[in-house]
């Protein structure tokens, strides 16, 4: 396990996801995944879930440097299974030295990490494999249309839900935990050096490891694409986004903010929440919201020795 960075200057030069691909600008999940391949090098190979990232690699054209497999929507995992199998049965046999062994990542979206690939993720932890999990959640189904998802917040605006989700998102991060995986991480591309020392400390554990990215998505959002990084930070200053981990299903909050900034200021500029506040300003429902975030930052603090920047 290589030693942790301090500051943005020490994130790793290396490009292993290369410019011009066909996502929508502004995508933050499209950032992370450049983060996360900072950190896990050039020997990976990434089983793909239908999605949005579908678009990154289609033959003969691809922005890796590393290997690249799709799948269904369902079957990622099942997928990276098989990879992992034959990786380490031509290990066994000597077709390869364990220094040309690759590392397996299971790229989805939360769409089917929430919901259709639920299963075979579920599966896969069960059986420990031995694979990288990496949910970009842009909270909707954004390759079909930005329909509503089980990842879709309380009162945000989809195709499928024009006046606001009425069902609060799937905590996701929990039903993982309680699998006890031997690593499990939220991370944001707002705070590169947060997520590179996550997939640093999850080298140091064989198994399960599981990521789930807040991703930014400007047309399913309505926002201005250059503004992703700071809903991204958004998110996490309001305590919308709580950035943690958990080692064995036990947790810790590795970024706090001093003072929470109001929802409001998160919500205010987001497309998906106009509703909330044009034509009838909604302030019951901006006031849950802000509730159902305190509720959770409180539980946090009855439970945790947090440290607050």
């Known amino acids: 396990m290589e030693s ?5 200057k020490q994130l790793p030069a290396e ?19 450049r983060h996360c391949l900072k950190a896990l090098g050039e020997k990976t190979v990434i089983v793909n879930a239908a999605g949005c990232f579908t678009l990154l690699s289609i033959y003969p054209f691809t922005p890796f440097r590393s290997s690249w497999l799709y799948t269904a929507m369902a079957s990622a995992p099942a997928g990276a299974q098989g990879v992992r199998d034959a ?3 031509m290990i066994r046999k000597g077709r390869i030295t364990p220094d040309d062994d690759l590392k397996v990542i299971v790229l989805t979206g939360d769409g089917s990490a929430n919901d259709i690939g639920l299963s075979s993720t579920s599966g896969a932890i069960y059986r420990n494999l031995d694979f990288y999990y990496l949910c970009y959640d842009n909270e909707a189904y954004g390759n079909t249309g ?32 309680s699998h006890k995986p031997p690593y ?15 997939f640093r400390k999850a080298e140091g554990f064989k198994g399960p490891k599981l990521f789930i990215s807040h991703s930014p ?9 250059s503004r992703s990084v700071n809903f991204a930070k958004l998110a996490v200053d309001t305590g919308i986004w709580a950035l943690k981990e958990a080692v064995y299903g036990e ?16 919500l205010r500029e987001q497309g998906r929440f106009s509703h909330l506040f044009k034509p009838v300003r909604q302030d019951e429902t901006i006031r849950k919201i802000q509730e159902m975030v305190d509720g ?13 920047r």
Not at 296 to 308: C, D, F, G, M, R
């Open 251 to 266: 947790v810790r909050h590795t970024l706090i903010p001093k003072k929470f900034k109001p929802v409001e200021e998160y």
């Open 4 to 8: 942790i960075i301090k500051s943005i």
């Open 87 to 89: 990786l380490d049965i």
């Open 15 to 33: 490009e292993n996801l290369l410019p011009g691909t066909a996502m929508c600008a502004g995508c933050g999940g499209l950032l992370t995944l």
């Open 146 to 177: 930005f329909q509503w998802s089980p990842g879709s917040p309380f009162a945000s605006k989809t195709a499928t839900t024009p006046e606001g989700a009425e069902l609060s998102k799937k905590n996701l991060f929990e039903i993982w935990r």
């Open 184 to 198: 499990l991480a939220t991370i944001s591309p707002a705070h590169p050096v947060d997520l590179i020392n996550k």
């Open 296 to 308: 959770y930052w409180k539980e946090v603090k009855s439970k945790e020795s947090v440290v607050e």
């Open 217 to 225: 998505c400007p047309p399913g959002w309505g926002t201005e694409p």
